[in-house]
């Protein structure tokens, strides 16, 4: 018979993934000897199996359950709604990784009209019994039953109100006993049904709420948001009770061992005399500055000084503790490790090796790398943002936060940051003609678009925040304004969207720009000695290439060659090369493109130093250039001497029905090899006059092939381009290698990789297009039916923001195994969005690639997973 109930004595820190975080450190501080208050804790297996079995605790478990009330009576000599000496529990969840959102905690069950009064008379103390028993019916109600927090709440105000207190500890036993007969009588009426007298049947109800808990919205929104499985279920802990509500002498409090927000070394927590639970966290009251608990109680504090050092010790991490002092007696009731900034992870990381407490590699891999994210951008004001309530909800499309005024198009953008102001870019989706004015704008909201839309690979490479794919927002683009929950907002007005979370506020919340601290470098140095896999950016601007360098990039992994093409001179040129229709006009066009493309070059050579540079060869689709605005038509058509006519012509024959399958990648080589020898020109006459200027350095491009998908095609671009490199190398009488390789992002390209490989010098995997081909679904329209697969756990996560190994993945193992016998020299990187996401990233060093490219600001990121990876 499987095992679904473990005693306290039991378990062990080793076992949370079967009895949950609490469940298992509550284990180990009784193993400890730390004064915990005894009981037990029902598995998280036995929550899946809840699920397996309709949402029924079967019988086994019930009967393990009922088994371990036993042994719980009989370790604190009280027994289950006994009157002369009653059992009291709480009943807590606790899944393998703290979750705020799922289940809150019910204290005091087992109470009922019998007991009550028993232990009122028994302890001569009615007014505990009864806020006791009140605290408990309205837990019950709330978390079992789902009557709502609100009905009680106002009940508790009615009575403060009626007695002329401000303060919950100022109701007498008698008030209190009035507040429990109305909250009963409440109970009934929205229930239909008295409120459950029998123990058993409170603690069933109990445990099975904490087991449906784990399926609720909040939780589930909070597991995609935190990469954790839907599978992993949560434990249920019954607890007996200890009492912070008994009198002055007793009390509760929290405490982390080390500010969690600076990672000061140093007791940091708030504590509350004569209270119970949730009561200094709910400010109910103010709660004093744990320094003076020992004050008030110094041998209590003394005890709790000594478990603080005892714990810290022992999980060699700074804790975050939860506690309760029954007539000077302290009890220890939680511990975990605490949560904290950015900021103080680093800091608390490089004590702990300090202290002599972790080795380098352990403080490394103590580090969440998403976190890192937060010390790269503005942030909010804290203490303000708490204070706001969200107006709406996108995506965190690309992290930071912004705090501007309205604009609706890319050129008032830049007309209003000439003029001194600070502005929030909202439009119902952005195209590369937005791009300057997005890199003015503190931020990005779009109405359209998902993690993977142009706007948010734009505004990541840019480290510029954004939020993406609002739906809630109704646009009135031609009016210059919008509609969001209920309110019409104009141009100029103020507003702040957060990055990371999505979230939209009305009005100004101020910002401020983070600080890299000293120890963020150290703790870099250490990752880059433990990791194998190299970490190179995706950079289409020196710029960009530059402060990727300073984030610790090793390469360009992916130049987006058409991404050169955004600024508005430049974009007439592009865009006459599209609207040729004959190969000497194409020609013309390109002869003004080659400049462009050779000056970018040499500065993105320059910017790297002789490190790696891997340029991509155009891959636009067409439907992101065409001009659509009458005075751009025009204004081509001058420029080519055609007639407009001519020109909307051209244009429309260009049309696509599916622009990301169309005529993009290297099928534009294909019909016009004249574009792979002007940008082979461009690449190769860049490297040729950066080596000249600079000896020292091993200069050797990377020219890279998109969109292939069949060996023929690859060899035929290649040759193009090998017989220009070659011949403008002879010409310049130089020395200078360069690599042609090509990128797998079709799944046709990886199942083919042992012919393809032939020809390619390296494989680069580009995953945004791979995951498109692969789930057959449009990276730019999948935010609208995502969420609903979400809702039916059909999928987990967005596969454009987190590596789908299953499927994408075993494309890509099949690539490199087909590939690398054939071509032993070939290397292999990735540089789809992914190449920055932390568990996408472990899979890349797991399956032996040599590098990731990511965004310059996610560098830093890539660096720390790599190492976590190899660790
Ligand atoms: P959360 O995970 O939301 O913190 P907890 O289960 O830790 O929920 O409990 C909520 C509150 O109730 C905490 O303040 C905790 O210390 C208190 N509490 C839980 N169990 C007991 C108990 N057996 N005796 C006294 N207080 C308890
Ligand atoms: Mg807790
Ligand atoms: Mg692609």
Redesign the pocket.
Known sequence: MAKWVYLFKEGNAQMRNLLGGKGANLAEMTGLGLPVPQGFTITTEACTQYYEDGQEINDEIMGQINEYIGKMEEITGKKFGDAENPLLVSVRSGARASMPGMMDTILNLGLNETVVNAIAEKSGNPRWAWDCYRRFIQMYSDVVMEVGKKYFEELIDAMKEKKGVKQDVELTAEDLKELANQFKAEYKEKIGADFPDDPKEQLMGAIKAVFRSWDNPRANVYRRDNDIPYSWGTAVNVQSMAFGNMGDDCGTGVAFTRDPATGEKGLFGEFLTNAQGEDVVAGVRTPMHISEMGEKFPEAFEEFNKVCKILEDHYRDMQDMEFTVEHGKLYMLQTRNGKRTAQAALKIACDLVDEGMRTEEEAVAMIDPRNLDTLLHPQFDVAALKAATPAGKGLGASPGAACGRIVFTAEDAEKWDERGEKVVLVRLETSPEDITGMKVAQGILTVRGGMTSHAAVVARGMGTCCVSGCGDIAMDEANKKFTLAGKEYHEGDWISIDGTTGNIYDGQIPTADAKIAGEFGRVMAWADKFRTLKVRTNADTPEDAKKARELGAEGIGLCRTEHMFFEEDRIAAFREMICSDTAEEREAALEKILPYQQGDFEKLYEALEGCPVTIRFL?PPLHEFVPTEEADIEKLAEAQGKSVEAIKNIIASLHEFNPMMGHRGCRLAVTYPEIAKMQTRAVIRAAINVKKAHADWNVKPEIMI??VCEEKELKFVKKVVVETADAEIAAAGIDLKYEVGT?I?IPRAALTADAIAKDADFFCF?T??LTQMTYGFSRDDAGKFLNAYYDKKILENDPFAKLDQTGVGKLMELAIKLGKPVNPNLHVGICGEHGGDPSSVEFCHKIGLDYVSCSPFRVPIARLAAAQAAI
């Open positions: 891959d998109p969109l990128m992002e580009g945004n297009d």
